[in-house]
């Protein structure tokens, strides 16, 4: 046998992916380790957090200060010349509020920025100069939102807790925020970077019943170390540092992801132009031509018809829809996706009763980013519910689930013998022969079978592919041993990429507790500390 034909991968890097990746791009260079004063210590990121003597609270060593606010989770003994505070200690915390709605004269033409903590929702910046509305002067005046000065350290109070920003110029918030107008000292970026490590703990001094609220007492609570403004820089300063490394592999985690993505797309159309499987052709000429086997499909569709319809009139399978296909390899055919099938359907659109146990009902929403079913989330019904379903059609393992209703075109085999039913938004395709199956289950997930099903949508309120058209749909049908010889090569460069997939979204959530990890080393005084004299001589100079 030949070897495999390798498939160009979008980038040579995805074939060697590790955990260097990184590895690499968040450690110090070493000119940098060697500047690190070693009688401060230096920061390794992959460190555990929590290890090291500066997290045991009982720990008085030298140069230390004891924590006066011994409840806090956080660290408590402190570097000297560092004190615990309140953030009533260093800030005035006020609060927001909304100007009626139903007068326009506070919002119409209004030039006052306002910010509401849906404005924070999904916002990176660490800065911002205005939310979605701006209100007016009477409107300010008219409620108890404030004109709060540049540099407030804005702080999302309820719905949720714990989304920061720093005011970039002069603002006002709505009564969802308990905002920080820091006192001389203080720098906003030092504060901005502790309340992002800090959700968890204002979450536990927050209560309510419909949902949590830190109140303002509470929120002039919240304990924070406060290192002298000249430290205060540089922990900013290695905060960011260290976030912008993080930034950058995270960014090509998630390049990489998107090329995996790509990769998969450019295999499927690979195989379905037959250049997976080009070299095979050659090496195998005398086989069975796909115009054959379509004929053998066809005799056997009909005796299986005809054996589970006695006596009525057998329909022949709809031809298949080729205008603006392209051209197959030869030995190739199209045929319809029904000529294949045994049965196309879906089950009765009245929906069936919820249940807090039963079968699985399976709709789109239960289909997994992985190309699996969710089934331990789906709905659940009744048994008595499930047989009037089954009259129908039932799903069964190697039967093709094929999302017809709102989200269109989704494709998911059917791989075990789990119990359950699928959604009236699922067509149910049931291939001739299992190994079948696995062969369409791929050829729909491809370029010119998606173009088709996105012809074929009706484009209404809920997007909608009727089953006939599903029936019409032009499959390119190889040969019996080639579609083999195609699902194996498939099988082969995905589990490489799902490989490739997995390690990466092991890296991104690790990820994101190092991001964790450098916030709660940085306040717990464990951030690196440079060397005043080799990296910031002026540190010695004060503020």
């Known amino acids: 046998m030949k070897p495999r034909r390798k498939l160009k991968t979008p980038e040579t890097s995805l074939s060697k992916f590790s955990e260097d990746f990184m590895a690499e791009r968040l450690q110090p260079s070493m000119q940098e380790r060697e500047s690190l004063d070693p009688e401060q210590g230096s920061m390794v990121l992959n460190e555990p957090v929590g290890a090291g003597p500066c997290a045991c609270p009982g720990n008085k060593g030298q140069g230390t200060k004891q ?21 009533g200690d260093i800030a005035e915390v006020c609060g927001g509020g909304t100007p009626r709605t139903n007068d326009p004269a506070n919002f119409e033409g209004g030039s006052i920025p306002w910010v509401t903590p849906a404005d924070l929702s999904g916002y990176t910046s660490k800065k911002i100069g205005h939310g979605s509305r701006n209100i007016t002067e009477k409107g300010l005046l ?42 001389e000292g203080i720098l906003p970026d030092y504060v901005y970077w502790y309340l992002k490590g800090s959700k968890d703990l204002a979450e536990s001094l927050a209560s309510g019943t419909t949902f949590l609220e830190l109140s303002g007492a509470k929120a002039k609570q919240l304990p924070i170390p406060v290192a002298p403004l000249s430290q205060q820089k540089l922990i900013v300063a ?63 569709r009909k005796m299986k018809w005809e054996e589970k319809n006695p006596g009525k009139k057998y329909k022949e399978p709809v031809a298949p829809d080729i205008s603006n296909l392209p051209e197959l390899p030869e ?23 919820a249940k807090e146990t039963g079968i699985p009902y399976i709709s789109t929403k239960d289909f997994s980013p992985d190309g699996g079913i969710n089934y331990e989330n789906a709905k659940r019904i009744d048994q008595s519910d499930y047989d009037k379903l089954c009259r129908k059609i039932f799903p069964e393992k190697g039967d093709i689930l094929l999302s017809r209703y709102g989200t269109v075109g989704e494709v998911r085999l059917v791989r075990n013998k789990t119990l359950f039913q699928a959604s009236y938004s699922i067509a149910i395709l049931k291939p001739l022969t299992e190994k079948m199956s696995a062969y369409l289950s791929f050829v729909l997930q491809t370029e010119p079978i998606q173009r088709q099903i996105k012809k074929h949508t009706r484009a209404t309120a809920q997007p909608d592919l009727g089953l006939s058209h599903i029936r019409c749909l032009g499959m390119p049908l190889a040969p019996t041993y080639e579609q083999q010889r195609i699902i194996d090569e498939i099988d082969h460069l995905f589990s490489v990429a799902d490989e490739i997939d997995a390690a990466v979204e092991t890296n991104l959530k690790r990820a994101e507790r190092l991001r964790q990890g450098i916030l709660t080393k940085a306040f717990s005084a464990r951030l690196a500390l440079r060397s005043k004299s080799t990296i910031h001589p002026e540190a010695s100079k004060g503020a």
Not at 241 to 266: P, T
Not at 283 to 293: D, I, K, T
Not at 331 to 341: F, K, R
């Open 142 to 183: 008219s409620s108890s939102a404030r004109l709060l000065p540049s540099g407030t350290v804005l702080f999302t109070s309820r719905a949720p807790i714990g989304y920061v920003a720093i005011a970039a110029n002069p603002i006002a918030t709505n009564q969802g925020f308990k905002s920080f107008v820091l006192k």
């Open 238 to 300: 290695e905060i960011e540092k260290q976030f912008s490394r993080l930034d950058e592999a995270v960014a090509g985690l998630k390049r990489i992801k998107a090329n995996l993505k790509r990769y998969k797309a450019a295999v499927l159309k690979a195989a379905v132009e037959g250049k997976l499987t080009e070299e095979w052709r050659k090496a195998n000429p005398n086989v069975e031509a796909g115009a054959e086997l379509l004929k053998r499909i066809l005799v056997e």
């Open 67 to 87: 924590s006066e606010h011994t409840g806090s989770p956080l660290q408590r003994n402190l570097p000297e010349g560092w004190e615990w505070k309140t953030l």
């Open 331 to 353: 030995g190739w055919v199209w045929a319809s996706v029904d000529s294949i099938c045994h049965q196309i359907g879906d089950v009765d659109h009245k929906m069936p009763k």
